[in-house]
């Protein structure tokens, strides 16, 4: 049971600003991802929330009560640590008895609560085993049993997966996805894989250069990118741009001039971008449809992923396109193709990166 | 070619390589070793020429039930475990304040490892003359300027002084392995034991001095081969007195052979001084191997 808000916090380091005025709001038993470019300050802020890190300004409240000056033993939180950062020279059953041993609680209590969860994370064999004779995956599940015995209200993972194998991760992923449904803890979980954001998140907080970009639903994010940087950031691969034109504008919709010069009607609200406006139309892979009437350009590469095929196609005023297919669709190399830019599924963002609001929401959102 | 016959033949080449090193080793190590052996056996005063011959274990009767011999014994182990324990527990503690952040560090660290570049005949000299003496001493005038009486430290508490320079000697390498070591201590580590509710005593008690573990053994061990054989401060402060009262093995054995020239008694105490080095040496081995398994 545990809410966190945060209030227009800031962060100084000398005089560099790195997290200029974060304002968010964390629901009880919700699972926020904060993800960005490395360096956007997001594990930064996450060790403010920690109390690993002195706030400059701004308020931080658990629950209703303001934090800031709070020691980080007495916020209620437990933290997985992107190196583990169990204790060497103690096996496992000490490591997660640390915590418990110095907030005084009973031995008896202290064993029936780490056997217990020794038994859901699966450790009960390597109890007595050092740090230094588990696996990475054995040492993660350690580290996260260690924040669980503590019983916190908040759950914070720092890059908890980023040093394992691509498979292990996979596995992981979805052992901490159980994990979450199961304890029903609110958890804050920092990563800059968008594959983990996405598929765990309740809510994913995009930050960059210490600002918020957006925060919503990880499908909010994918079809309704507030602005270039997280139509960019978020999908992979990345969403494909192209400059172009207003011809005419309403309310209702924006005629955009393509570089090739046809006309394409994007039904999205174009009440302040006047005919003659620089936009930039921002379409998914997976929405350029292969072999339909529009920009016409030839293959240059092909990336067969076996459920999916990439096309990377050369549009005739020399921009590379990448359109998604099957994985049975077949272009030979340098033949030319016409892929058609679906309007529905077209973003025009703004000068100002801004993206124009559009008036159809995807069904899932609705 | 067999393996069996490309073996033997690294060995022979592996031999001759090593035969010189062997070499140098038997001509200065075990020939004096085994002269120390022979001449603990003799009568061999240089003051009594016409006294010679076998003495049989007479050497070795007189030295274990002479009252300086268990002294000088006494003071050994006193001497190393004193200095031990101040250079280790000050340096743990010097370790862990010179890895914090503060103004002048780069200075202070110098400062503080400066005295091991100082050899031990002048250090001792220093504190003899320039710190402790009765009259000129710093410490004096300073005890005096306050209306005390200074005391006269190598008279009054010889073995006390004498650990106290050696271990002002020693503390910088302790502090240097130990400071290094404190140094790879990783952040996440500390940051998570802070996060579990520790404060800095505990973190200190369950998290420092746990990593610390190994370098400890390591600077014991080296710091324990050295302080066995401490000379040269004894003999330029104390010369071993007054009476026995700061005499250790090492300044027993030269006192013997060349104050009082009896070269068998002083083999005879060599050898003692052999056998306690390598009981030493084994406890010390075996603590360290086990602390050096992962």
Partial sequence: MATVELRDIRKTYLKDEIIKGVSLTIEDREFVVFVGPSGCGKSTLLRMIAGLEDITAGDLLIDGRRVNDVEPAKRGLAMVFQSYALYPHMDVYKNMEFGLKLAGMPASERSAKIRDVARILQLEPYLHHKPGQLSGGQRQRVAIGRAIVRNPKVFLFDEPLSNLDAALRGQMRVELATLHRRLNATTIYV?????????????????????????????????????????????????????????TSSTESVTVRLPDETFLDVPVDGSNTPAGTALTLGIRPEHVALDEPGLAGQVEIVERLGAATLFHIRLRDGQLLVAQSDGAADHPLDSGVSVGLPPRHCHLFGADGLALAAHARHPLLA | MTTAARTGRVDRAGLAMLSPAVVILLIWSIVPLVMTLWYSFRNYNLVDPTLHGFAGIDNYRYLLTDPDFITSL???????????????????????????????????????????????????????????????????????????????????????????????????????????????????????????????????????????????????????IYLLTIFAEISVTTAGGPGVASTNLAFLIYARALLQFDVGGASAGGMAAIVIANIVAVFLVRAVARNLEV
């Fill in chain 1, 191 to 247: 990563t800059h894989d968008q594959v983990e954001a996405m598929t765990m998140a309740d809510k994913i907080v995009v930050l960059q250069g210490g600002v918020v970009e957006q925060v919503g639903s990880p499908l909010e994010l994918y079809h309704h990118p507030r602005n270039l940087f997280v139509a960019k950031f978020i999908g992979s691969p990345p969403m494909n741009f192209i400059p172009v034109v207003v011809e």
């Fill in chain 2, 74 to 224: 006494i003071n050994t182990l006193v001497l190393v475990a004193g200095v031990l324990f101040v250079s280790v527990g000050i340096g743990t503690l010097l370790a862990v304040l010179y890895d914090q952040e503060f103004f002048g560090r780069g200075i202070a660290r110098v400062l503080v490892i400066s005295p091991f570049f100082v050899m031990p005949t002048v250090a001792a000299l220093v504190w003899k003359n320039l710190m402790l003496h009765p009259i000129y001493g710093v410490y004096s005038s300073m005890m005096r300027a306050v209306g005390l009486t200074p005391v006269d430290w190598l008279q009054q508490f010889p073995m006390a002084t004498v650990m106290m320079i050696v271990a002002w000697e020693w503390l910088p390498f302790s502090v240097l392995i130990l400071l290094t070591a404190v140094q790879s201590l990783d952040s996440e580590q500390k940051e998570a034991a802070r996060m579990d509710g520790a404060g800095p005593v505990a973190r200190f008690r369950y998290i420092i001095v746990p990593h610390l573990a190994r370098a400890i053994t390591v600077v014991i061990m080296i710091e324990t």
